[in-house]
T-cell receptor
């Protein structure tokens, strides 16, 4: 069965710091990759996704992620975080065979002003 | 209309009650999903409906009964729940099964 690992459970940054959140998955077949964000008291929102093509994908609010197939990774990055980026971030992977979306355990990001 | 709506926002029920959660979307999506999210945990898939037919049941106990009366609506009927069923229940939809999923705000359920 596929699994998704997010090694950073909690991250605390100051505003303007750079962000990189790790995501690794265990599945050898073709996958679709997603990052979702859950702001406090709000519902899950799609940040960005990768299906195929350019492995560097850009999402909303200045986020980007890079798919490295050889490392089974899909790390999320932002060059300069803002206080409003405080949220929980979930990496999710769907294998194109079973079509089930599996979420990582999430990373809670706190950005201090 | 580009959102998934869920009602009610909050629900408190006893272990002998029968209640239903409702999910609605008007984006023309033909796949709809129920997830369960416990506190500080990721969402876990419960059910998938594709073209109003149940296509995935992730071994969910029978006290949870999904229903998809039409392409825009998804219900989750609850009966004889346990306190450990208390969680946030999320609905999602996608254009078809396998496409990007869009989530509703969830129903926060407390079982006493």
């Amino acid at each position: 069965a596929q699994s998704v690992s997010q090694h950073n459970h909690h991250v605390i940054l100051s505003e303007a710091a750079s962000l990189e959140l790790g995501c690794n998955y265990s599945y050898g077949g073709t996958v679709n990759l997603f990052w979702y964000v859950q702001y406090p008291g709000q519902h899950l929102q799609l940040l960005l996704k990768y299906f195929s093509g350019d492995p560097l994908v850009k999402g909303i609010k200045g986020f980007e992620a890079e798919f490295i197939k050889s490392k089974f990774s899909f790390n999320l990055r932002k060059p300069s975080v803002q206080w409003s980026d405080t949220a929980e971030y979930f990496c999710a992977v769907r294998d194109t065979g079973f079509q089930k979306l599996v979420f990582g355990t999430g990373t809670r990001l706190l950005v201090s002003p | 209309d580009t959102e998934v709506t869920q009602t009610p926002k909050h629900l408190v029920m006893g272990m002998t009650n029968k209640k239903s959660l409702k999910c609605e979307q008007h984006m023309g999506h033909r796949a709809m999903y129920w997830y369960k999210q416990k506190a500080k945990k990721p969402p876990e898939l419960m059910f998938v409906y594709s073209y109003e037919k149940l296509s995935i049941n992730e071994s969910v106990p029978s006290r949870f009964s999904p229903e998809c009366p039409n392409s825009s609506l998804l219900n989750l009927h609850l009966h004889a729940l346990q306190p450990e069923d208390s969680a946030l229940y999320l609905c999602a939809s996608s254009l078809s099964h396998g496409e990007t999923q869009y989530f509703g705000p969830g129903t926060r359920l407390l079982v006493l």
